[in-house]
């Protein structure tokens, strides 16, 4: 028999769990600037991420489905894709939101369940949150199309988790980026659960990058707790993408340090030992252990930019507590470009029962 | 002078018209590019419009669909084909949970001005899952047009609307009578409404609600019912969502009479909604119950009985004759 192919699967990591270097850095993380940032980002959205729980567990806000882990992929992403890219999220990514322009209180609205989170100006051209799974995945391949018909330097970015790599829409992606060298990277965030389904029997292949192969796209492991590693690897497939080259899947390895959702409760389904070691890999601790060693980051800082965090935040929940409620008829005006005139009872209806005196007037 | 042409041809000249003035339009899915489409409804539009804008996809109609919400996003005006109406359920997850909801969802941030174009029905002898009519699944869904023409006139009218209007329009080709009845078609660009019924024919006696292949077999019903000195009023109903039920009702007021006709099976279809429609709002003026000819509530046929599932005139003067009968 002849061998008519042949492939690997690399990984790449800078930062070790304990926040040493593992390799000779980047020019660019030789010096405090870029990897401060990051820090300060991280820790941003990590506090917020405790806040928002903080108002669910009190009623002040719907169930939420927690970033903690995946600070470092979502600040890269916010960092190096251009405001021009067009992001495709799923439900996890709104820190990454938020560093593309969205207001924090129109993100908490969103979580609020309120749609008007979906439609801040600032979020130009960006997809909504991807509720069902890996449906975004085939949007994403949609908006490169259009870069690419229109001959435009764009990139599209789609983020999904591991359990998403199942379906087959993941699959018809990645599929047709690779038919078409379509200007879209895959980001899959493999936080190991897929609510109570661990990675091992999620997929039977040894990675999940290497579904990357059967497409004949770019496919690859980074570690996704380190800042440098996810850096170095997204910078890559953005240039990659930019310059026509095609796509990207990249396989970040993190770990769910929450529950799925506040509606979960992952102590049914794994063991704290688990977690526990999960945490001694954490992408927040690791950066801030590394900028420490290398005398960029102090107690001082530290306390000056949690404080400083806290009040950005109170700042960003107060404007999401004071916004008013949207008007009723929202429910039909966005339904269509134009109501059609067989609606325009219902939404009579719809009114009339939301005024004082009326069948659902609060 | 306009030639005569037959609905296929009719389908075929709109995207040629639509492309030629909007930029923005791309034709995309299985073989529709150098093989023009199996039924050939995109012949010659890759020739005309390149590669760019006629794309032969990869075999995945989930894929079809959820790429042209993508595209839809980007403010192009993809126009996709599902080969057969038996292939189009993989594209629910995106017409249903996305392209009828990105307007509403983002709050007309962003919105979805697609068109997927799928041949629907029986009566061609084709293989199994080529032949349903699985219209009312998709009627069903707020902020998804369903749009079903019957001749070569108006399918070229209501093609050029579906592609110019800024939301998601499902539209259903009946594959039965593509090559029927060849009509003169103008190629003058001329969109038609997405929210009327057509009148195709008027009377006094009894209204006969149909669409699609079907409004065939209801005019020669009503050809032959003429020749009774029954008077048939027949409408077209056209859109399935939004439904110009005002026409009907006006109708049906007229005549106090109506038999609703179609190929889906019976059960929660369009004409149950119809139905429901009349009796809620126009029940006064009925001078017998509604009635339906329509396919049985099984699974459609494979094409050695499928003449036993599909209504035929003789069934509509039957139901006719039986419902002015009634006192």
Request: charged share 20%.
């Amino acid at each position: 028999m002849d061998t008519v192919y042949t492939a690997e699967i690399h990984y790449s990591s800078y930062l070790s769990e304990s926040g040493t270097a593992l390799q000779k850095m980047p020019q660019w993380a030789e010096k405090p600037e870029q990897l401060v940032h990051y820090y300060r980002n991280m820790v941003l959205a990590r506090q917020l991420d405790n806040k928002i729980i903080a108002l669910q567990r009190t009623g002040q806000i719907g169930t939420y489905a927690s970033l903690l882990g995946s600070e470092a992929i979502d600040t890269v992403l916010g960092e190096l894709m251009l405001k021009e890219d067009v992001l495709v999220p799923y439900y996890r990514n709104h820190a990454l939101q938020m560093l593309r322009g969205l207001p924090m209180g129109e993100m908490l609205s969103y979580w609020g369940g309120d749609e008007r989170g979906n439609s801040s100006p600032a979020m130009a051209e960006d997809f909504p949150n991807a509720v069902p799974i890996a449906t975004q995945a085939l949007h994403a391949t949609g908006v490169a199309t259009a870069f690419k018909i229109r001959s435009e330097k764009r990139v599209a970015v789609t983020v999904c988790g591991d359990g998403a790599t199942s379906k087959g829409d993941f699959m018809e992606a990645l599929n047709v980026a690779g038919a078409w060298q379509l200007p879209v990277i895959f980001i899959v965030n493999n936080n190991q659960w897929a609510i109570s389904v661990p990675r091992s029997i999620q997929c039977g292949a040894a990675t999940l990058a290497q579904k990357a192969i059967g497409a004949g796209i770019r496919g690859e492991q980074v570690d996704g707790n380190d800042v440098i590693a996810m850096h170095e690897s997204v910078n890559e497939a953005l240039k990659h993408a930019r310059e026509g080259k095609g796509a990207t899947l990249i396989e970040a390895i993190s770990y769910r340090l929450s529950d799925h959702t506040t509606a979960d409760d992952a102590t049914r389904y794994r063991s704290n030992d688990e977690l526990k070691a999960a945490w001694d890999r954490e992408p927040v601790k690791r950066l801030q252990t590394y900028l420490h060693s290398q005398g960029w980051w102090d107690e001082v800082q530290e306390t000056a930019w949690q404080n400083e965090v806290s009040q950005i935040i109170q700042k960003g929940v107060d404007h999401y507590l004071a916004m008013p409620p949207q008007p009723i008829e929202n429910l039909f005006d966005y339904l269509y470009a134009e109501l059609p005139e067989a609606l325009q009872e219902q939404r009579d209806k719809l009114i009339r029962n939301a005024q004082p005196g009326g069948s659902h007037h609060e | 002078m306009s030639n005569s042409i037959t609905m296929i041809e009719a389908v075929n000249l709109a995207l040629q018209h639509e492309m030629q003035h909007d930029d923005s339009v791309v034709i995309l899915g299985e073989d529709v590019g150098t093989n023009g489409g199996v039924f050939r409804a995109t012949v010659g539009l890759r020739e005309q419009f390149g590669i760019k804008r006629v794309l032969d996809t990869p075999l995945a109609e989930t894929m079809i669909a959820g790429l042209s919400v993508g595209m839809a996003s980007q403010g192009l005006k993809p126009v996709a084909e599902i080969q057969f109406m038996g292939f189009i359920f993989p594209t629910m997850e995106h017409m249903i949970g996305h392209a009828a909801r990105l307007r509403h969802r983002t709050r007309g941030r962003l919105t979805c001005p697609m068109v997927l174009r799928v041949p629907f029905g029986g009566g061609i002898h084709a293989p199994e899952h080529h032949s349903e009519s699985t219209e009312a699944l998709f009627a069903h869904i707020p902020g998804l047009r369903v749009v079903i023409p019957s001749s070569p006139a108006r399918a070229y009218g209501l093609l050029l609307a579906a592609i110019r209007n800024p939301d998601p329009v499902l539209f259903m080709e009946p594959k039965r009578i593509y090559r029927l009845n060849a009509q003169p078609v103008e190629d003058n660009g001329k969109a038609l409404p997405l929210d009327r019924c057509y009148t195709l024919r008027e009377g006094s006696d009894i209204t006969l609600v149909s669409w699609g292949a079907m409004i065939k077999e209801t005019l020669e019903a009503a050809d032959q019912l003429k020749k009774r000195d029954i008077s048939c009023e027949v409408i077209d109903v056209v859109t399935l969502n939004p439904i110009d039920h005002q026409t009907i009702l006006a109708s049906v007021a007229k005549t106090g009479r109506c038999v609703i006709i179609h190929e889906a099976p019976k059960s929660c279809a369009v004409g149950a909604e119809i139905s429901a429609t009349i009796a809620e709002q126009g029940l006064l003026s009925l001078q017998a119950p509604v009635s339906r000819v329509t396919g049985y509530d099984t699974v459609m046929p494979y094409y050695r009985m499928e003449n036993h599932y599909m209504p035929n005139s003789a069934d509509i003067i039957e139901t006719v004759t039986s419902t002015l009968e009634f006192s």
